[in-house]
């Protein structure tokens, strides 16, 4: 079965940091790997979608590379500001069916 | 762009009551997920419907149930409801098995 774990589960940052988020997985063989954002209370929102024979995804000051022989991924945060201030969750999908195991989240509060 | 629409966005209901969740994916979008997140924890799988058929089975409890109708739409209906089901509820589609689109999600406490 497969199990995400976020680490660290929260992050507190000054304005302007750079940051990584760091997701791990234990069943390489998937099929695509999603981060997303949730802000309180609100619906899922995509950021990076990685397909499993891609190493990485960029949009704007985000990038999220992926490493599955060993099960990782991570997102990077560029020049962090407050409005980033969300949980970010990982999300595996191991058969192209859209079901996805998602991790933990991490809490990110960027600080003016 | 149009987004994913569920209804209603909070529900309180008291324990052994019934609940029906609704949900309006986007346009032209052929299937439609359920996953439910209780306080603190991450998404969990419920059920899908490609095409008004159910395509993928998770965690869904006997107690509840789905269907995507001729429109599209879908309905999750829980009934004996307990404590224990308070959680937020998303609706997600997708076309074709594209990345999903999460709606709001209804949030639903039960008393």
């Known amino acids: 079965k497969q199990e995400v774990t976020q680490i660290p589960a929260a992050l507190s940052v000054p304005e302007g940091e750079n940051l990584v988020l760091n997701c791990s997985f234990t069943?390489?063989?998937?099929?695509?790997l999603q981060w997303f954002r949730q802000d309180p209370g609100k619906g899922l929102t995509s950021l990076l979608l990685i397909q499993s024979s891609q190493r990485e995804q960029t949009s704007g000051r985000l990038n999220a590379s992926l490493d599955k022989s060993s099960g990782r991924s991570t997102l990077y945060i560029a020049a962090s500001q407050p409005g980033d201030s969300a949980t970010y969750l990982c999300?595996?999908?191991?058969?192209?069916?859209?079901?996805?195991?998602f991790g933990g989240g991490t809490r990110l509060m960027v600080k003016p | 762009a149009a987004g994913v629409i569920q209804s209603p966005r909070h529900l309180i209901k008291e324990k052994r009551e019934t609940a029906t969740l609704k949900c309006y994916p986007i346009p032209r979008h052929d299937t439609v997920y359920w996953y439910q997140q209780g306080p603190g924890q991450d998404p969990q799988f419920l059920i899908s419907?490609?095409?008004?058929?159910?395509?993928d089975k998770g965690s869904i409890p006997d107690r509840f149930s789905a269907q995507q109708f001729s429109d599209y739409h879908s309905e999750l209906n829980m009934s004996s409801l307990e404590l224990g089901d308070s959680a937020l509820y998303f609706c997600?589609?997708?076309?074709?098995?594209?990345?999903?689109?999460f709606g709001n999600g209804t949030r639903l406490t039960v008393t």
């Open positions: 419907f490609y095409e008004k058929m159910q395509s």
């Open positions: 997600a589609s997708s076309l074709d098995g594209s990345p999903l689109h």
């Open positions: 999300a595996v999908d191991n058969n192209a069916g859209n079901m996805l195991t």
């Open positions: 069943d390489s063989a998937i099929y695509n």
